[in-house]
C-alpha cells in the first residue's frame, strides 16, 4: 500500500461519513441519528466483550489440543476491529464493523490474507499435549550457572555435662 494513500483516506473517509450523516439526518431526522449512533456504541461495546471472549476460549482450546492458534487469533483480532468500528460514529463504519462480525465474512478475509501470507511457527508441538511444559521436579540451568557440592551431613549429637 503506498503510503501516500494513508493521508488521502484519512481526508476521504471522515468526508464520506459526515455526507451519509446528512443524507440519513434529511431521511429520519437527527434525534433518530443521534439514537442510532449510542445503540452501534453500545452494540459495540457489548459485542468487543463477549466476542472476544469466544475467540479467546477457541485460542485455548486450540493450545490445549495442541494446535497452533492461528484462526482464533485471527477472527480475535477482526471481532476486535469491528468492535471498534462500531463504537466509532458513523454508518459506514457501522456496516464494516458489523460485517466483521460474521463468521463467513472472517473467513473470507482469513483466506484471503492467508493465501498471501507465510506464518511460520516455532516450538515443539505435539497432537494432543504441550511438549514444552517443564516437568515440575526439573530446574533448567546451564552448566556455568551450577556447581556440584557433596551433601551435608548432620550434625553430629553431643552431650553437654556442664550443668
Known amino acids: 500500500m503506498p503510503l501516500i494513500l494513508i493521508p488521502v483516506l484519512l481526508l476521504i473517509v471522515p468526508a464520506i461519513e459526515i455526507a451519509i450523516f446528512i443524507k ?3 431521511l429520519i431526522g437527527a434525534w433518530k441519528v443521534v ?6 456504541a453500545i452494540l459495540g461495546a457489548v459485542l468487543l466483550r463477549y466476542k472476544s471472549i469466544s ?10 489440543e495442541g494446535r497452533t492458534p492461528d484462526t482464533g487469533l485471527f477472527d ?3 471481532i476486535v476491529i ?13 456496516v464494516v464493523g458489523l460485517l466483521l462480525m460474521v463468521p463467513i465474512i472472517r473467513r473470507l478475509i482469513r483466506n ?14 505435539r497432537r494432543g499435549q504441550r511438549q514444552w511444559r517443564r ?27 556442664r550443668d
Do not use: C
Not at 35 to 40: A, D, Q, R
Not at 55 to 64: G, H, N, T, V
Not at 85 to 92: A, D, E, T
Open 82 to 94: 469491528g468492535a471498534l468500528l462500531l463504537i466509532i460514529p458513523g454508518f459506514g463504519s457501522d
Open 112 to 125: 484471503f490474507v492467508g493465501a498471501r501470507v507465510t506464518a511460520t511457527t516455532f516450538g515443539n508441538y
Open 24 to 26: 440519513v439526518g434529511q
Open 55 to 64: 475467540a479467546i476460549r477457541r485460542i485455548d482450546r486450540d493450545l490445549k
Open 76 to 78: 480475535g483480532f477482526l
Open 135 to 161: 516437568q515440575e521436579d526439573v530446574v533448567d540451568l546451564a552448566p556455568e550457572d551450577f556447581e556440584r557440592r557433596e551433601p551435608r551431613q548432620p550434625p553430629k549429637p553431643t552431650i553437654d555435662h
Open 35 to 40: 439514537g442510532l449512533i449510542f445503540v452501534s
